[in-house]
């Protein structure tokens, strides 16, 4: 038995800057050769052109979504100017999902940007939500048939990000932090030792949400949502005021900002506790994954009840979950564990849509090879793609929409 819905959605998530390859009007890839921390994207791993080959694996193994993302740095390199092009290759990107059973999951803006609008000041410029709401309208051309839509995958980390540019423009930080990769050097704990965005920042991206919410509401059928970094903060004890705060700043800003829409994106990863001094390091701990965050499946289910209670009911999609391992067989239990939280908010009533794991492939983790999420392996010389047993353990799960999978013991009633 499962209290799934018959029609929950079972896949895996990309983000087109992570795998297409050659990204070079972005914001991204003029910051990846100016910091000297950071390996550059180059190819990525071609799915730019090898997305079919990626969607029928995931189709094969048992799958019936894909999320990806449209790149806006592709369909308007120029400030205006919307490549008739791009757009129609994204719209065969479309049509593949649809042709191979998958429902696309669209992300129209994923982390990277045009280099023109980051070169104008970015999101807090004058000007940058008509741009992106101008944006939006171009898309919404192709988005025919699509019944999902994230506006802007996690506003919460774009804001850390703004404040980051800020802080070296004024000289306060000296160089560029990958937004997820924290530990990327052995035997330091660098773990979340990025700043929680002040709140400042994040109100921008609540605007250009709501604008880009107006008019796809206008001009397609699509559910419309966004989907946003959940951290499962934990106080500690005497700190419950600093939390509070902290709670806000990181991700409660973003989810009240979602009530009223169609559905929010969770994407959870790790718990995090909060003390006096706000966001408290994640330990050093030989369980701690490939990018210095703390192995906490249960970290899920924290993640869905928290973002329903605050949107005050908003259906749940999980738009990425998974694990930074070499270890394959710690990917399948990771996920096996988190899934059963997942499946015990559904049962508590949580409204649950879907579940797209964090990610099909292997892939350039924002200024970092090292760190494997995929449940595919890729030659990044070659470009040929090896599923990894989690695949088809993921696909399985799939077709038996979740009835193989139990709920935690601890949670039942
Ligand atoms: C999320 C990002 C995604 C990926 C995972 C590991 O914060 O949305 O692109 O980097 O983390």
Known sequence: M???????LWGASTAPHQIEGNNINSDWWVREESSPGMQLSGDAVDSYHRYREDMQLLADAGCNSYRFG????????????????ELAHYRRMIETAIELGLTPVVTLHHFSSPRWFADRGGWTADGAIDHFRAYVTEVASILGGVEWVATINEPNMLAMMEMLMDQMKSGEASEWKSPTVEAAEEGKNLANNLPVPHRKYGEPFVEAHHAAREVLHELTDAKVGWTVASAALT???GNEEKFIEVQYDYENLYLEAA?????????????????????VPHPPHPDNTMVGTAYRPDALGMAVRHAWEVTEGVPVLVTENGLATTDDERRIAYT????????????DGVDVRGYLHWTLLDNYEWGHWEPTFGLVGVDRETFVRTPKPSLGWLGNVARLNGANILAPASTRP
């Open 70 to 85: 449209v790149e806006w740095a592709r369909i308007e390199p120029r400030p205006g100017h919307f490549s008739r092009a």
């Open 235 to 237: 106080p500690t004890p």
């Open 259 to 279: 009530r009223g829409d169609d559905f929010i994106g969770v994407q959870s990863y790790s718990s995090q506790a909060v003390d006096a001094s706000g966001l």
């Open 336 to 347: 096996q564990e988190a899934l059963g939280h997942l499946i015990a908010a559904s049962e």
């Open 2 to 8: 499962t209290t799934l819905r018959p029609d929950f």
